[in-house]
């Protein structure tokens, strides 16, 4: 069964505070994202990867970084937390196979910083 | 911009009800998809399309195939289990990143 697992579940920093969100899948895909989801906003695509060692920016990378040592694993790194990057984080993994890519959601972060 | 638009933003239905969400684009899009999100906040693929229209049991979804500049998700015989938050998200063409939408946050009641 797919499987998306993401920690921790709940996170409260503290501004200027570093915080890493960890993502990991055994679904052996190549492709993961990183989205936050903000009220009224849906879902975000912060960074991607296509495969252990790549790195790619979304739509809203600023203030965030992302590393992908291996196939299971894609961290979400803020260096300099900031209040407005409270937000709940998925992580996802896919793998577009003919063309089409299902997506497999992890069940969250959420993150609060003060 | 936003590139995809859903409607309603919140929508209320009795058991046994039907009802259509929507999703606009403001441009052409390749391939559409719709999630469900949980009270939990689990993400769950109900549909991939690109074009026509696919059904899975009182669920179907349809995408515009010859605009390809919107999308609907039918509820047939709504379900308090059919609660949630559904999203749709949109591909403008291959290998560009999902886009997603606001969401349509439902309520079913008995």
């Known amino acids: 069964e797919a499987a998306v697992t993401q920690s921790p579940r709940n996170k409260v920093a503290v501004t200027g505070g570093k915080v890493t969100l960890s993502c990991n899948q055994t679904?052996?895909?190549?492709?993961m994202y990183w989205y936050r989801q903000d009220t009224g906003h849906g879902l975000r695509l912060i960074h991607y990867?296509?495969?252990?060692?790549?790195?790619e920016k979304g739509d809203i990378p600023d203030g965030y970084k992302a590393s992908r040592p291996s196939q299971e694993n894609f961290s979400l790194i803020l260096e300099l937390a900031t209040p407005s990057q409270t937000s709940v984080y998925f992580c996802?993994?896919?793998?577009?196979?003919?063309?089409?890519?299902?997506?497999?959601f992890g069940s969250g972060t959420r993150l609060t910083v003060l | 911009g936003d590139q995809v638009e859903q409607s309603p933003s919140a929508l209320s239905l009795h058991e046994g009800t039907d009802s259509a969400l929507r999703c606009n684009f403001t441009?052409?899009?390749?391939?559409v998809q719709w999630f469900r999100q949980n009270s939990r906040g689990s993400l769950i693929s109900l549909f991939y399309?690109?074009?026509?229209t696919k059904e899975n049991g009182r669920l179907k979804s349809a995408f515009d195939s010859k605009e390809r500049r919107y999308s609907t998700l039918h509820i047939r015989d709504a379900q308090l289990e059919d609660s949630g938050t559904y999203f749709c998200?949109?591909?403008?063409?291959?290998?560009?990143?999902?886009?997603f939408g606001g969401g349509t946050r439902l309520t079913v009641r008995p």
């Open positions: 996802a993994s896919g793998d577009a196979l003919g063309g089409r890519e299902t997506l497999y």
């Open positions: 679904n052996n895909h190549n492709n």
């Open positions: 990867s296509y495969g252990a060692g790549s790195t």
């Open positions: 441009t052409t899009m390749r391939s």
């Open positions: 399309l690109a074009s026509g």
């Open positions: 998200a949109a591909e403008a063409n291959a290998g560009a990143k999902l886009t």
